[in-house]
């Protein structure tokens, strides 16, 4: 397909364990994006890749959250010592420009703590 | 207060329209988009209007900006049970920001 996706759909770990949560844009986009929804909540940003520029990580809650972005296409957030307030949908989404232009959503990851 | 900000929730009947409104800080902002998210899935982009424009049509749904209050409306006329999803508001200028959502419930 042409979209963005994500995998696993679902996780469900232990506290304390560290997850990997990967991201596949559209192919050809440079700009990508990780967003956190909590149940009841709005999206959160994470964090931003734009080419091979320095990330923006102004969004990441903790130092336990980390992201990377290899070959400027494919991305992985990780969540280390995984806690149970960090349960929650994590959305990817990519664009072809900064900012300005619409961002292409993925399905979603759903993260269940326990 | 939130730099942008959205009621949590809205009921309407079917086959009235529907009103989801949006206030932001940003003045920057040049353009506004409205998402869509339906139960388990991703986010849709369902419209977007340019900061110097005042309304935008699209079929069913008509957006409208007041730019001087930083208000931003999306209207769904003839809303249908189809509709029922969380719209999410996104002006974009310098900071990446998104509303809370606004979850509309459409009762048949």
């Known amino acids: 397909g042409a979209g963005v996706s994500q995998s696993p759909s679902n996780k469900v770990t232990e506290k304390g364990k560290d997850v990997e949560l990967r991201c596949d844009p559209i192919?050809?986009?440079?700009?990508l994006y990780w967003y956190r929804q909590s149940l009841g909540q709005g999206l959160e940003f994470l964090i931003y890749?734009?080419?091979?520029?320095?990330?923006?990580k102004s969004g990441l809650p903790s130092d336990r959250f980390s992201a990377e972005r290899t070959g400027g296409s494919v991305s992985t957030l990780t969540i280390q010592r995984t806690q149970q307030e960090d349960s929650a949908v994590y959305l990817c989404?990519?664009?072809?420009?900064?900012?300005?232009?619409?961002?292409?959503f993925g399905p979603g990851t759903r993260l269940t703590v326990t | 207060g939130e730099d942008v900000e959205q009621s949590l929730f809205l009921s309407v009947r079917e086959g009235d329209s529907s009103v989801i409104n949006c206030t932001y800080t940003?003045?920057?902002?040049?353009?506004l988009y409205w998402y869509k998210q339906e139960p388990g899935a991703g986010l849709q982009l369902l419209t977007y209007?340019?900061?110097?424009?005042d309304m935008k049509q699209d079929q069913r749904l008509t957006v409208l900006l007041n730019k001087k209050d930083k208000h931003l409306s999306l209207r769904i006329a003839d809303t249908q049970t189809g509709d029922s999803a969380i719209y999410f508001c996104?002006?974009?200028?310098?900071?990446?920001?998104f509303g809370t959502g606004t979850k509309l419930q459409v009762i048949p």
């Open positions: 989404a990519s664009s072809s420009k900064r900012g300005s232009y619409e961002q292409y």
């Open positions: 192919s050809g986009h440079t700009a």
């Open positions: 940003d003045s920057s902002s040049t353009y």
């Open positions: 890749f734009q080419g091979n520029s320095a990330p923006d």
């Open positions: 209007i340019f900061s110097n424009m």
């Open positions: 996104r002006p974009v200028g310098q900071k990446v920001t």
